[in-house]
């Protein structure tokens, strides 16, 4: 072995690893580069390795600054398809005062630049040098980087494929003229349109998936094209280079293709489906383009296959067994209530997954079918067809069922059937969109549905919202004053340890990762029946279901803020609106005079 490499691993221990000498060996024999043979070896580490490296080149080590938002005009001083190729990263320039700074009409021509400093994982790389040489005049000044953090930087610095588009653009602009930077790609493999544009929706796809997002969104734009992810509930930008905006057509017809739609069609809305495969797991991506006025907008929806569980619920001891017994009754109704997105079908399939068993038929009707669960009949509704939730659900009770779930109870038709189906020994799950539990007993009534079936069919109403998780690897304690929690009803008595987000590589500095539901039930006691029976008042069965042991959701909010798993804004931020909405319900009355006032002021 070369003397210099053994140097090398000398210093940064990894002498004897045998792994990483076969690396080199490799590298050697195919021609290939030592650096990302090593770094691809599991369990070497990337930073150890390569500031030893830095270190024997007498290089500088580079860092990325996250506080820092990346200077995006270094893009200029070294082309996309040089920098992603070899991984090159422009983190800086040198300037001096121009000659003709006193005439100079703002300060960026004022000055000149006199050297390019770049960062690399590579700096052995003759090749990532000599294209490099080729496309830049200035002298470069090399440092040293993590391998990832220089990848990242890239995708911040030039946008996600963009040294695809800026290869098919130039191919496009400037067919025939041959420059410099065009004979530096020679080494590229010819690569049309079409399979650029594929590749690229793959990747989008793909990253998307990568870090956790349930949707992507594809927004034209009057001047640029927009991808958004929505990642633990919230959207996020991704950078894509901004001449991808003379692409979009592509891309869009790229992902109808995909959902098998009408790429001719482009002024209705249409639905489709596209089945990944991502790793071997399959994915179920469900597509919606929406015809806007900047172009077509296409959102996709990504459903995972991964079993959901009610371990995976992370349910609080408070109310786990409460759980438990409930899924052991024979019959009767368990409702799930919240607004949509508030995690109320996840509830409801890890329970399923529980009770799915040989001895138990189990059926659904939905709209639509979120996941797939093997073992369930699965139905979705289709209203074109007459195949509603009131008839389907018909069907379903005359199919022999133990188990049947309801997608959701938007009708009296349909609640009138589920709760004749509880009363006949069949155990019933559905949904309803109310704020809190206890005012699922005044939806149904209101629905028209008598108060002692109410009563007699429904065994529990659950409500829950969703609340970010915090980052198990970066969440840090924190001191928060006492007469602010009392301030919150915050209960002080109980022992725990309160964690605030920081940010780390692993959350992507968001502090967060994933998200955790909060829930509350409301059990049917005979105290509660009696209640509903007698037609009382609202706040009532709210006062009886406290004296039965209720715990409100931002009471079991604040237990999961002791764990440490979320952080009291968060908590609030879900449970605020509500509990103030709930405390002012019974007064509420449509507020028609106002409506009316302003449309008799509009001109
Ligand atoms: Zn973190």
Request: proline share 6%; hydrophobic share 40%.
């Amino acid at each position: 072995m070369i003397p210099v490499i053994n140097t090398l691993l000398q210093t940064c221990g990894y002498a004897d690893h045998p792994a990483v000498r076969q690396a080199i060996e490799d590298a050697c024999h195919n021609q290939t580069s030592f650096v990302d043979e090593v770094l691809d070896v599991p369990g070497v580490n990337e930073r150890v390795f390569l500031q030893a490296l830095a270190k024997l080149l007498d290089l500088p080590w580079w860092e990325a600054d996250p506080d820092k938002t990346q200077d995006r005009s270094l893009r200029r001083y070294l082309p996309a398809d040089v920098a992603l190729k070899n991984r090159l990263l422009p983190i800086g320039i040198d300037t001096k005062p121009s000659e003709n700074a006193a005439q100079a009409i703002d300060q960026a021509s004022a000055v000149e630049a006199t050297a390019l400093h770049i960062a690399t994982s590579d700096p052995l790389s003759l090749v990532a040098r000599q294209q490099l040489a080729a496309s830049v005049t200035l002298p470069v000044v090399w440092h040293v980087g993590a391998r990832t953090r220089i990848a990242e930087g890239l995708q911040k610095l030039y946008g996600l494929g963009a040294d695809t588009f800026e290869k098919i653009l130039r191919g496009r602009v400037d067919w025939g003229a041959e420059d410099l930077a065009d004979e530096v790609t020679v080494l590229d493999e010819p690569e049309d349109e079409e399979a650029s544009v594929v590749r690229f929706v793959n990747q989008i796809i793909r990253r998307g998936l990568e870090q956790r997002a349930t949707d992507i969104h594809v927004e034209p734009q009057q001047d640029r094209l927009r991808i958004r992810y929505r990642i633990d509930g919230r959207l996020e930008e991704l950078p894509v280079p901004d001449n991808i905006k003379a692409l979009q057509a592509s891309v869009i017809a790229r992902l109808k293709i995909m959902a098998r739609l009408d790429i001719a069609e482009k002024r209705l809305p249409q639905d489709g489906r596209i089945n990944l495969e991502l790793d071997g797991s399959p994915i179920d991506v469900r597509v919606a383009t929406i015809p806007s006025v900047e172009g077509e907008s296409v959102s996709l929806r990504l459903l995972g296959q991964q079993q959901v569980t009610i371990e995976r619920l992370g349910m609080a001891d408070t109310i786990r067994p409460v759980v438990d017994e409930l899924l052991k009754l024979p019959n009767g109704i368990i409702l799930i209530t919240g607004p949509t997105g508030s995690g109320k079908s996840t509830t409801l399939y890890a329970f399923l997954t529980q009770l799915n068993q040989t001895h138990r038929r189990i059926v659904t009707i939905e709209d639509p079918v979120e996941y797939k669960m093997p073992g369930i009949l699965q139905i979705a509704v289709k209203p074109e067809i007459g195949l509603t939730f009131a008839t389907g659900l018909r069907s379903i009770l005359r199919g022999d069922p133990n188990v049947v779930m309801v997608g959701e109870m938007r009708d009296l038709e349909t609640t009138e059937i589920a709760i004749r189906a509880a009363l006949t020994g069949h155990l019933v799950f559905s949904t309803l969109h109310t704020n809190d539990a206890i005012g699922g007993i005044t939806r149904l009534v209101d629905m028209g549905v008598e108060p002692f079936l109410v009563s007699s069919a429904v065994r529990a109403f659950f409500a829950q919202r969703l609340v970010r998780r915090l980052c198990p690897l970066c969440r840090e304690p924190v001191e928060v004053e006492s007469e602010y929690l009392a301030s919150i009803n915050f209960p002080t008595s109980v022992k725990g340890t309160l964690m605030q987000a920081r940010g780390c590589e692993s959350c992507r500095g968001t502090g967060f990762q994933g998200r955790l539901s909060i829930y509350e039930v409301c059990i049917m006691t005979p105290a509660l029946q009696h209640l509903i029976n007698t037609r009382a008042h609202p706040s009532e069965f709210h006062r009886q279901a406290l004296q039965d042991g209720y715990l409100p959701m931002r009471g079991y909010g604040f237990l999961k803020c002791l764990q440490g798993e979320t952080t009291i804004q968060e908590v609030l931020s879900v449970t605020a609106s509500e509990r103030s909405f709930a405390e002012a319900k019974p007064t509420l009355k449509p507020n028609a005079p106002a409506s009316r006032a302003m449309v008799a002021a509009a001109p």
